[in-house]
């Protein structure tokens, strides 16, 4: 039987439905923009436990998108790693990021520095 662990019992990262873009709200298996005035995501490929995705738009500093898992995960994270890449007027700069689960861990906070009408490019990994 596979239990989607490997011989450490560490969770497959790789495994699970694709998640999909979404403009608001909380639905299992959705990537939605923050409340700081983002557009809604591109996915360019994401599952629960790894992904990337594009999003355009106007922030401030705070919650740049969430990623609401398809399965709740089966314990705390031992890290969540992620970062952004900014891309304005032909430049490309990282943005500080981090990714905070919280209670419940039913979804991944990802937040990020303020920008002003731009595209950038996020992406995150969970390490179980």
């Given amino acids: 039987m596979d239990t989607g662990q490997d011989a450490y019992g560490h969770l497959?990262?790789?495994l699970g439905p694709q998640l999909v873009a979404a403009a608001?709200?909380?639905?299992?298996?959705?990537?939605?923009?923050?409340?700081v005035?983002?557009?809604?995501?591109?996915?360019?490929?994401?599952?629960?436990?790894?992904?990337?995705?594009t999003i355009t738009g106007t922030a401030a500093t705070g919650i740049i998108a969430s990623v609401f898992f398809y399965n709740p995960l089966p314990g705390t994270p031992k890290s969540v790693l992620c970062g952004a890449?900014?891309?304005?007027?032909?430049?490309?700069?990282?943005?500080?990021?981090?990714?905070?689960?919280?209670?419940?861990?039913?979804q991944l906070n990802i937040y990020g520095g303020a920008f002003t009408a731009a595209s950038y490019t996020v992406?995150?990994?969970?390490l179980c």
């Avoid at 608001?24 to 409340?35: R, S």
């Fill in 37 to 53: 005035g983002n557009g809604a995501p591109t996915i360019l490929n994401a599952i629960d436990m790894l992904g990337s995705f």
């Fill in 123 to 126: 992406y995150y990994q969970i």
């Fill in 24 to 35: 608001t709200g909380t639905a299992a298996g959705t990537i939605v923009p923050g409340a």
């Fill in 85 to 106: 890449i900014l891309t304005a007027g032909g430049s490309v700069a990282g943005i500080p990021c981090s990714g905070l689960v919280p209670a419940g861990l039913t």
């Fill in 12 to 14: 497959e990262p790789f």
